[in-house]
């Protein structure tokens, strides 16, 4: 079994910064892809980056500039460093990844989610 969890959400004014973790526990070798996601009150979850294994990174235009996926693979942990936080970035935060278990699956896992507000 592998789980994602996630850590570093918070409140925040515009303008400030975070730092989200995705860590994956459990029968975990690796992790090959990587994606954040985010969803508001009343909105539809939406992709906010994502990274292939090949490591082909893709931002959404809302985000471009002011966020940085990174991901360390000796840890199997997945980071959000989001800068110049804006109201409009406030939603709960999803991680997502493809993962190699340590019997030879691969799955794709997602994260309990974490709370970003950004008000001032």
């Known amino acids: 079994q592998v789980q994602l969890v996630e850590s570093g959400g918070g409140s925040v004014q515009p303008g400030g910064s975070l730092r989200l973790s995705c860590a994956a526990r459990?029968?975990?070798?690796?992790?090959?892809?990587m994606g954040w996601y985010r969803q508001a009150p009343g909105k539809q979850r939406e992709l906010v980056v994502s990274?292939?294994?090949?490591?082909?990174?893709t931002y959404a235009d809302s985000v471009k500039g002011r966020f940085t996926i990174s991901k360390d693979n000796i840890k199997n942990t997945g980071y959000l460093q989001m800068s110049s936080l804006k109201p409009e970035d406030t939603a709960a935060y999803y991680c997502?990844?493809?993962?190699?278990?340590?019997?030879?699956?691969?799955?794709?896992?997602w994260g309990q989610g974490t709370l970003v507000t950004v008000s001032s």
């Open positions: 459990g029968d975990v070798f690796s992790i090959n892809t």
């Open positions: 997502n990844a493809g993962c190699y278990t340590l019997d030879g699956r691969y799955l794709e896992v």
């Open positions: 990274v292939t294994g090949g490591g082909t990174t």
